[in-house]
């Protein structure tokens, strides 16, 4: 009754717990627009102790990739099928991702595409400001001026991956 909500999300915060998600600061250091919300989106903790998102659909895709995702942010999709767009934070602006992050975003957009069943998958990964929407297609359809590709096995999300978004399940 007397919790002061500031002190619960800091307490949340210090357990690991996912309390929210802030949009990724542009250059100048300031969010713009109202603050976006988790829904359409899964959470994961990568083995370096990154956030992982992957979105559920189109439109999620559209959000998480546009909305979400900051410019440095790393961003990977599973090549030629459709599939979830997967966002690796990046808020040291590394310029790779650690190699096991890696391994493990592009399993998973593997998996949350219609590469599920092959038994390799090559998917395509880039820093997000490579990444443009292409006008009047429908959402989440986007193009990339450069990239490269990993192949990996499509694997499920593991119990050991991170707290992930129980709410909005697989």
Avoid: C, Y
Wanted: charged share 30%.
């Amino acid at each position: 009754p007397d919790a002061d909500p500031d002190r619960l999300e800091a307490d949340a915060r210090a357990a690991g717990l996912p309390v929210g998600l802030e949009p990724a600061a542009s250059r100048r250091g300031r969010v713009a627009g109202p603050r976006p919300r988790l829904e359409g989106v899964r959470m994961f903790t990568s083995p370096d102790g990154l956030t992982v998102l992957v979105g559920k659909g189109g439109r999620e895709n559209d959000r998480l990739t546009f909305r979400l995702a900051g410019p440095d942010d790393f961003w990977l999709h599973a090549l030629g099928v459709p599939g979830a767009h997967v966002v690796i934070r990046n808020p040291e602006r590394r310029p790779r991702p650690p190699r096991a992050t890696l391994e493990q975003a592009a399993a998973l957009a593997a998996w949350f595409s219609d590469a599920r069943r092959s038994d390799r998958a090559d998917v395509q990964w880039t820093r997000r400001k490579h990444v443009r929407r292409i006008r009047g297609a429908t959402p989440g359809t986007v193009r990339i001026k450069r990239f490269e590709t990993v192949r990996v096995i499509p694997a499920a999300p593991s119990a050991d991956e991170g707290p992930g978004d129980a709410r909005n399940g697989p």
